[in-house]
């Protein structure tokens, strides 16, 4: 029979603790940077819904000063919201339009 050192008892515990520790460690940093990846995606696709809502702003504005006729504002069937103000006069016109979708405002300038 093998005799047994009694400075290695629970070597075998405390090495599978450090391995263990380690393993869980690098799940929880890849989980951590997966899921702020799923949100900067999010944050991307709802940014370009603004920015598209932003533009639709300046064409109708702009459509309405061209045609000098009112034109309801166009609903986005996505859920984003347009808010647009006009200043100036003839023949110098400045369009802010601002575009919202979510928590993601985008905003363009026009001047001509």
């Known amino acids: ?15 599978t603790m450090i391995i263990l520790s380690a393993t869980v460690l690098t799940a929880t940093l890849i989980v951590s ?14 940014s370009t819904i ?26 986005m069937l996505n859920g984003a919201t347009i808010s647009t103000v006009v200043t100036g006069s003839s023949p110098s016109f400045t369009i802010k339009s601002l575009g919202a979708y979510r928590e993601v405002m985008r905003q363009f300038e026009v001047n001509f």
């Open 33 to 46: 940077i997966v899921i702020i990846q799923f949100k900067l995606s999010s944050d991307i696709n709802n």
């Open 1 to 15: 029979m093998k005799k047994i050192n009694k400075n290695q008892s629970g070597i075998a515990l405390l090495l």
């Open 50 to 75: 603004a920015i598209y809502a932003a533009d639709s702003g300046v064409e109708w504005q702009l459509y309405q000063i061209r045609q000098a006729k009112t034109v309801p504002q166009p609903t």
